[in-house]
C-alpha cells in the first residue's frame, strides 16, 4: 500500500512544486520572470546559486531544449543534473511512481520529469519530499510558457497592449499559454478545429483568470480571426509526442491553420512569431515564416534556459 502524502501549501516559493502555470499566483510568475531576465543579463552573478545541488531529469519522451536547458542551466548555478530514462527506470513498471518518489527524495534535491499522463506527474510531485518540475505532460508544458512569456515581453514590452494568436491544436502547450495569458492579464486569442479545441476545463480556467487579471481570451475556429491585428502569432506540431499515427490524418484537418505569409498577412507587420519548437516546416509553418525577421524561435529556445534557471532557484532556495 502506498501512502499519500500530500505536500502543505507553502508561503514562497521554496519547497514547492511547478506542475502547472496554475500552481504560480500571478505575483510569482512576474518574480519568476524578474530573476531570469536578470540572471540572462548577469549570469555570473549566479554561478554558485544552487551550488552542489543534484537534479534528476526524468524523460519519458525525447528532447533536445528541455534536456539541454535544464542540464545546462543547474551546471550554470552550481548543481548538477542526473538523466533517468525509460532504459534506466522504466517508471511504474519496473517500479512505481509512490517507490520512485521515495527513493529520489533522499537522493537528490529537485525533481524534472517529461510524461504522459499528467497524473503521473501530480503523483510524483504529491509523494516526493522535493520539488517536482513539469518538463512536459499530455495536459501542460508550463516551462515553455514561463519562457515564451519572457520572450514576449522582451520583444514587446507592454504586454497588455498585445494580442496574442495561437493557431493550431489546442495541446499542452496551448493551455499553459492560456492559463499563463490569464494570470499575466494578456489578450490571448485560440484558433484551433472545433475538433481539437483547448480542454473546456484548462479554456473556462483561463478565462476567469483573465477576468480576474484584466485579460481577454478568445477561442474561435478561424484561424484568421485569430491572427487579425495579431502582435504575436504563436503555433506547435499539429501532432504531439505520442499520437504520431495520427499525423496524417491531422495534417488534413490542420490544413487551414500552417502558418503561412497567407495567414501571418493578417498580423501586423512588425508581429513576432514564435513556435516551442521542434518545427515540422512545411506542416504548422512554412520555412518563409520559420526564417523571417519576424520569427523570434531561436530567442524563444534559449529563454528556457534563463527561465528555468530562475524556477530551479525559486523552488530550491526561495
Ligand atoms: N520545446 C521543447 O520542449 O523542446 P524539446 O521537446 O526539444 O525539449
Ligand atoms: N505539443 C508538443 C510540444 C513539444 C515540445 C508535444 O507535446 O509533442
Not at 500530500?6 to 519568476?32: N, Q, T, W, Y
Amino acid at each position: 500500500m502506498t501512502k499519500k502524502t500530500v505536500k502543505p501549501r507553502k508561503k514562497g516559493l521554496k519547497g514547492r512544486d511547478f506542475l502547472s502555470v496554475d500552481d504560480f499566483s500571478p505575483a510569482e510568475i512576474r518574480s519568476v520572470l524578474v530573476l531570469a531576465r536578470d540572471m540572462k543579463a548577469h549570469p555570473r552573478k549566479y554561478r554558485a546559486a544552487l551550488e552542489g545541488a543534484m537534479m534528476a531529469l526524468i524523460f519519458e519522451k525525447p528532447s533536445l531544449r528541455t534536456r539541454t536547458t535544464f542540464t545546462v542551466g543547474i551546471k550554470q548555478l552550481g548543481g548538477d543534473a542526473l538523466l533517468l530514462t525509460p532504459a534506466d527506470i522504466n517508471l511504474g513498471k519496473r517500479e512505481s511512481v509512490y517507490d520512485v518518489a521515495k527513493n529520489l527524495e533522499r537522493m537528490v534535491d529537485g525533481i524534472m520529469i517529461r510524461t504522459f499522463g499528467h497524473d503521473i506527474c501530480t503523483s510524483l510531485a504529491a509523494h516526493a519530499a522535493i520539488p517536482v518540475i513539469n518538463g512536459l505532460t499530455d495536459l501542460e508544458h508550463p516551462c515553455q510558457a514561463m519562457a515564451d512569456f519572457m520572450t514576449i515581453i522582451e520583444c514587446r514590452k507592454n504586454l497588455a497592449k498585445a494580442k496574442i494568436a495561437y493557431v493550431g491544436d489546442g495541446n499542452n502547450v496551448a493551455h499553459s499559454l492560456l492559463l499563463m495569458a490569464g494570470k499575466l492579464g494578456a489578450t490571448l486569442f485560440v484558433g484551433t478545429p472545433e475538433k481539437y479545441k483547448p480542454d473546456q476545463n484548462v479554456m473556462d480556467r483561463a478565462v476567469a483568470l483573465a477576468r480576474e487579471n484584466g485579460g481577454t481570451i478568445v477561442w474561435t475556429s478561424s484561424p484568421v480571426e485569430a491572427v487579425h491585428n495579431a502582435d504575436v502569432v504563436y503555433t506547435d506540431t499539429w501532432a504531439s509526442m505520442g499520437q504520431e499515427a495520427e499525423a496524417e490524418q491531422r495534417r488534413e484537418e490542420f490544413n487551414s491553420y500552417q502558418v503561412n505569409r497567407g495567414l501571418f498577412s493578417h498580423a501586423h507587420g512588425d508581429a513576432l512569431f514564435m513556435h516551442c519548437l521542434p518545427a515540422h516546416r512545411g506542416w504548422e509553418v512554412t520555412d518563409e515564416i520559420m526564417d523571417s525577421k519576424n520569427s523570434v524561435v531561436f530567442q524563444e529556445a534559449e529563454n528556457r534556459l534563463h527561465a528555468q534557471k530562475a524556477i530551479m532557484v525559486g523552488l530550491l532556495k526561495g
